[in-house]
């Protein structure tokens, strides 16, 4: 699919964005294992949270569009076959600390791409809990787990849950240390479900549950999807878009100290703090100081954050990211190609970026790689460019995002994809 872009007179109006796509699939897999009946409203309907829907229920558990009935820690069954994950990094690494306490083995397996992404960071702790773990494809379970003391190179809330979902059916205790705090979901979601969680600044604690509670709960908005239209309104020259009831959690709200928005109607929604956002332009920002911190922060925002600092007065370095090399593409590699091809003045470094501004970005025949967030950042470069952009692979936006063409339409009445 081409998707064309063409830059708006204004952006206006309000957009409901997806349900959080990290905390949908910890919602549908926490719950699948709780005690009980959860009704889930919001949840995300990208193909990836799909993707763990459709596990769970080769599991034995019935999910629907209102919720999920809870098996119990040891409820599940013995699929089928493999289980498909397809796209989903999330849906695998998740399910596979899950399953590494079950009684059976499960293979689980994805597409093209999520077949090339590194599982050996999960896989590998795993086994050193007691699970058995293979790889190629990745294969867990049947074994009697142990606590252990995790120690991470590199920050990542999903292997961080993954671990934390094993330990949770780990004799004796699970101790993950990460060099940076990761995204907290998991750790806020079991605490409300009762299972005996502790955070100690980096590092996060777990006993063995012998129980978990159902967590009815309505999803907020997912953040990484509004950043899309939170850069485009803050530089374009006329703009004024509303954001409905976005999680603001504080390991995810890095975008949000970058670009100021206007916070209204905050609250919380299943332990998760939100708030209604309205983003509009803003001037006078000057390039940014980065930090690894922030980066792990901001892992999923980096490619519009990208796209942003070719319109800031000077030179923005973006480092500590070298995860962005091994997602959905070489999202580092991808937005390079992409941007240079509208005249941006952006480097590629091998954890991020070096980029000079402002630029005028021009309209370009550009590739979105296959990857959601490659093609939604390009989009947003296209809307603040002169001329006309033409993305390949547009399609792609609907393992996050399904909506994302309409919205852009709604906002500026140019987008024709």
């Given at each position: 699919?081409?998707?064309?872009?063409?830059?708006?007179?204004?952006?206006?109006?309000?957009?409901?964005?997806?349900?959080?796509?990290?905390?949908?699939?910890?919602?549908?897999?926490?719950?699948?294992?709780?005690?009980?009946?959860?009704?889930?409203?919001?949840?995300?309907?990208?193909?990836?949270?799909?993707?763990?829907?459709?596990?769970?229920?080769?599991?034995?558990?019935?999910?629907?569009?209102?919720?999920?009935?809870?098996?119990?820690?040891?409820?599940?069954?013995?699929?089928?076959?493999?289980?498909?994950?397809?796209?989903?990094?999330?849906?695998?690494?998740?399910?596979?600390?899950?399953?590494?306490?079950?009684?059976?083995?499960?293979?689980?397996?994805?597409?093209?791409?999520?077949?090339?992404?590194?599982?050996?960071?999960?896989?590998?702790?795993?086994?050193?809990?007691?699970?058995?773990?293979?790889?190629?494809?990745?294969?867990?379970?049947?074994?009697?787990?142990?606590?252990?003391?995790?120690?991470?190179?590199?920050?990542?809330?999903?292997?961080?849950?993954?671990?934390?979902?094993?330990?949770?059916?780990?004799?004796?205790?699970?101790?993950?240390?990460?060099?940076?705090?990761?995204?907290?979901?998991?750790?806020?979601?079991l605490a409300a479900m009762a299972a005996p969680v502790r955070v100690d600044g980096n590092s996060v604690e777990v006993r063995r549950a012998d129980r978990l509670d159902p967590l009815s709960l309505r999803v907020p908005g997912d953040l990484?999807?509004?950043?899309?239209?939170?850069?485009?309104?803050?530089?374009?020259?006329?703009?004024?878009?509303?954001?409905?009831?976005?999680?603001?959690?504080?390991?995810?709200?890095?975008?949000?100290?970058?670009?100021?928005?206007?916070?209204?109607?905050?609250?919380?929604?299943?332990?998760?703090?939100?708030?209604?956002?309205?983003?509009?332009?803003?001037?006078?920002?000057?390039?940014?100081?980065?930090?690894?911190?922030?980066?792990?922060?901001?892992?999923?925002?980096?490619?519009?954050?990208?796209?942003?600092?070719?319109?800031?007065?000077?030179?923005?370095?973006?480092?500590?990211?070298?995860?962005?090399?091994?997602?959905?593409?070489?999202?580092?590699?991808?937005?390079?190609?992409?941007?240079?091809?509208?005249?941006?003045?952006?480097?590629?470094?091998?954890?991020?970026?070096?980029?000079?501004?402002?630029?005028?970005?021009?309209?370009?025949?550009?590739?979105?790689?296959?990857?959601?967030?490659?093609?939604?950042?390009?989009?947003?470069?296209?809307?603040?460019?002169?001329?006309?952009?033409?993305?390949?692979?547009?399609?792609?936006?609907?393992?996050?995002?399904?909506?994302?063409?309409?919205?852009?339409?709604?906002?500026?009445?140019?987008?024709?994809?």
């Amino acid at each position: 699919m081409l998707a064309t872009v063409r830059p708006p007179a204004e952006l206006r109006g309000s957009v409901q964005v997806p349900g959080d796509k990290s905390i949908s699939h910890r919602a549908l897999i926490l719950n699948a294992v709780a005690a009980g009946n959860a009704r889930i409203e919001n949840l995300a309907s990208g193909a990836d949270v799909a993707s763990t829907a459709a596990c769970l229920r080769e599991l034995g558990v019935e999910v629907t569009d209102q919720g999920v009935a809870g098996v119990g820690l040891h409820g599940l069954r013995a699929p089928h076959g493999p289980l498909d994950c397809g796209n989903s990094g999330t849906t695998m690494r998740l399910l596979a600390g899950l399953l590494a306490g079950q009684p059976f083995e499960t293979t689980l397996v994805g597409d093209e791409s999520l077949s090339r992404r590194p599982m050996d960071r999960v896989a590998l702790p795993l086994a050193q809990m007691g699970a058995h773990a293979e790889l190629h494809p990745l294969r867990v379970g049947g074994g009697k787990l142990r606590g252990a003391v995790h120690e991470m190179a590199t920050s990542s809330a999903q292997v961080k849950s993954a671990l934390l979902l094993a330990g949770i059916q780990a004799e004796g205790t699970t101790r993950v240390t990460e060099p940076v705090r990761s995204r907290d979901h998991t750790e806020r979601m079991l605490a409300a479900m009762a299972a005996p969680v502790r955070v100690d600044g980096n590092s996060v604690e777990v006993r063995r549950a012998d129980r978990l509670d159902p967590l009815s709960l309505r999803v907020p908005g997912d953040l990484s999807s509004a950043a899309f239209w939170i850069v485009a309104a803050a530089f374009h020259p006329r703009a004024q878009v509303a954001l409905p009831d976005v999680g603001i959690n504080p390991t995810r709200a890095g975008i949000l100290r970058l670009l100021p928005v206007a916070r209204i109607k905050e609250g919380k929604q299943g332990g998760e703090p939100t708030a209604t956002l309205h983003a509009a332009t803003l001037r006078g920002l000057r390039p940014w100081a980065w930090s690894d911190r922030l980066s792990a922060e901001l892992i999923d925002e980096l490619p519009v954050l990208a796209v942003a600092a070719t319109q800031l007065a000077g030179r923005t370095v973006i480092g500590g990211a070298a995860e962005l090399r091994v997602k959905e593409s070489d999202r580092i590699a991808a937005m390079t190609a992409g941007l240079q091809a509208m005249g941006a003045r952006i480097e590629e470094r091998e954890d991020g970026w070096e980029i000079e501004g402002p630029v005028r970005l021009r309209g370009a025949r550009v590739d979105s790689a296959g990857d959601h967030r490659v093609a939604m950042a390009l989009a947003v470069a296209g809307l603040l460019a002169e001329g006309e952009t033409e993305i390949e692979g547009a399609e792609c936006v609907a393992i996050s995002y399904p909506g994302f063409w309409d919205d852009l339409e709604s906002l500026s009445g140019t987008g024709d994809a």
